[in-house]
């Protein structure tokens, strides 16, 4: 079994900050790539940031200069931390994780079951 929990969300006010984290455990051979995205009502969900087992990173546009994504590989978590955060950035935040179960097993993603970020003007 594998399970992927996200924490951290909850209410900030504009300009502020929070730190989202996510942790992968149970039966783990290596993780890949681990990605943090978000939904809002209506909307499809959207790539905010990932980041590679050799910690090669990546942004979508929206959020450049505003997160920053870790990971701590000795932990299996990935962060992300949020600033200056705006209402538009408020959704529903999910964890993606790519995770090889074996070392002959083929790589698959795992995700959190979402951490919801709301953010007053």
């Known amino acids: 079994q594998v399970r992927v929990a996200e924490s951290g969300g909850g209410l900030a006010q504009s300009g502020g900050s929070l730190r989202l984290s996510c942790a992968a455990s149970g039966s783990i051979f290596s993780i890949n790539t681990m990605g943090w995205y978000r939904q809002v009502p209506g909307k499809q969900r959207e790539l905010v940031a990932d980041i590679t087992s050799g910690g090669s990173t990546s942004y979508a546009d929206s959020v450049k200069g505003q997160c920053t994504i870790s990971r701590d590989n000795a932990k299996n978590t990935v962060y992300l931390q949020m600033n200056s955060l705006e209402p538009e950035g408020a959704a529903v935040y999910y964890c993606?994780?790519?995770?090889?179960?074996?070392?002959?097993?083929?790589?698959?993603?795992?995700w959190g079951q979402g951490t919801q970020v709301t953010v007053s003007s």
């Open positions: 993606d994780v790519r995770i090889k179960r074996y070392r002959w097993s083929y790589e698959a993603a795992y």
